[in-house]
């Protein structure tokens, strides 16, 4: 009997979560976690890990062939639609089962000052009639709309906090600090820094989860609106699941 191959996308918590979990199982998987490459130093999951991209659709489709995958796991960021893309259409093409494992969304509560946009474009414009001293958590490659040739010229009289695990890359705006870190993060802390560099609006994605949310907690708590940008649509056609279990009991079940 071919050893079943699972391939995890991941990235994620989640997907560090279910291959240790996968990999515990008696008769346990081969499980195989493909990562972007884009942290210099990632927290790597339990068993084989591949590094970098697959060269597009066609070219993970030819890997998952030549590795007799049985079953993909798409678990990277609710914000990599790329990715996701491309393995919807590598996984039609194969007729190898796929699974979109993606944490659910936030959700506002009372005291919230959302402002819900579309893109990080929508967000830049949004900021100079919110404040002028900005916290930034949207990631470390996704600083153009607020510092890029096409940017509004009403955003160089604003102040920038940018975080990410890795230092970010240009371009950058004028008036930026970066501040390296890996969450989860608390709500103490969170208040702490928002209230030394005196931050008066959040801008972030709906990544979901619990490791980034006491940010939330800190801005409501602050009375601070929060510029939240939407997640992009999901591939249609694609089943989800929305949790460890739901995914461990999908990968149990597929052939």
Known sequence: MTERHVL???????????????????????????????????????????????????????????????????ATHPFADGISANAARAAAETGVPLLLLRRPGWRPVDGDRWIPVSSLVDAAAALPELGRRIFLTTGRKELAPFAGPDRLPALDRLWFLARSVDAPEPPLPPNLEVLLDRGPFTLDGELELLRRHRVDVLVTKDSGGAATAPKLAAARELGLPVVLVRRPPAPPGVPQAADLAAALAWCAAAR
Do not use: C, K, N, Y
């Open 8 to 74: 995890i996308l991941g990235g994620t918590a989640e997907a560090r979560q279910l291959a240790a979990e996968l990999a515990a199982r008696t008769p346990s998987p081969r499980v195989t976690s493909s990562l972007a490459g884009r942290v210099s130093q990632p927290a790597l999951p339990h068993g084989s890990v591949r590094v970098g991209g697959f060269g597009g659709a066609a070219g993970l489709a030819a890997w998952l062939r030549a590795e007799q995958v049985s079953a993909v796991v798409d």
